[in-house]
């Protein structure tokens, strides 16, 4: 889907300059590139949704409808509040103060609903819980990945690239744990990743832009939080953490 909506969008952004445009920091690309890649991305993601009750059926013994379940409504929610904030500073520049508040936002309503980090495991150290502080600390792990994928978005290939294996190995994962939905929402992430990589690749044609890179950070990062009742919170996170390295530093230094 996203493969097929991505040379109609190209043509768009031409048309009415939706560039992302070099500066000489993080976005080291030269020439006019369209920014708008986050479109295809969040269409294909969500339409193939759609699909989930075949591809359960493919990985579990029943069928499953994650679009009909009130349990999902919050990530849902938050993944929409992520894409329209970085759709919207894709257009306006939004102040960063009131981006942070909002990305803040999205990641509460996660939060909120109950998909938290309430414990991790140390070694020697046992099981530590969480309490209250899984709160915090679930919304500054979600916010933090958003932001570290959205600050490689100006390389080609580098962001979709490294969110694409992240949400295979993630998909692989929750198959492998018996946990369908997370399969589902991670197979859906990385098939959309794989088409927009056919036009990101060197030399790209086209980037995610804020609205892609925030949402597809965002999904990474809520990803994991879905099988906490199968594993311990620092089990699943793991692989996200070692396969995010490059954009984590990129976001500490």
Do not use: C
């Amino acid at each position: 889907i996203s493969f097929g909506l991505l040379p109609v969008i190209i043509r768009l952004a031409h048309r009415y300059k939706w560039y992302d445009l070099p500066d000489n920091q993080r976005k080291i690309h030269t020439g006019l590139i369209p920014r708008m890649g986050g479109t295809s991305i969040f269409i294909a993601f969500f339409s193939s949704l759609f699909l989930a009750p075949l591809l359960s059926s493919l990985i579990s013994e029943s069928r499953i409808s994650l679009l009909s379940s009130t349990r999902f409504v919050p990530v849902f929610a938050g993944a929409l509040l992520a894409y329209l904030v970085g759709l919207y500073d894709d257009f306006r520049n939004l102040r960063a103060l009131l981006k942070f508040f909002l990305q803040l936002l999205a990641a509460a309503i996660v939060a909120g609903g109950g998909f938290l980090i309430s414990s991790f495991s140390l070694p020697y150290m046992g099981t530590i819980h969480l309490g209250l502080l899984a709160y915090p600390v679930t919304i500054f792990w979600i916010v933090g990945i958003a932001n570290a994928v959205n600050l490689i978005d100006g390389m080609d290939g580098l962001a979709s690239g490294i969110a694409a294996i992240a949400s295979l190995s993630m998909g692989v994962i929750a198959i492998i744990q018996g946990v369908p939905q997370t399969a589902i929402l991670a197979l859906a992430l990385f098939g959309a990743l794989v088409g927009f990589l056919a036009h990101n690749f060197p030399p790209a044609k086209i980037f995610m832009g804020d609205s892609g890179s925030l949402f597809v950070g965002f999904v990474l990062a809520v990803l994991p939080l879905m099988g906490i009742s199968k594993a311990s919170a620092f089990g699943t996170l793991i692989v996200p953490v070692t396969l995010l390295t490059v954009p984590i530093l990129d976001t500490a230094t």
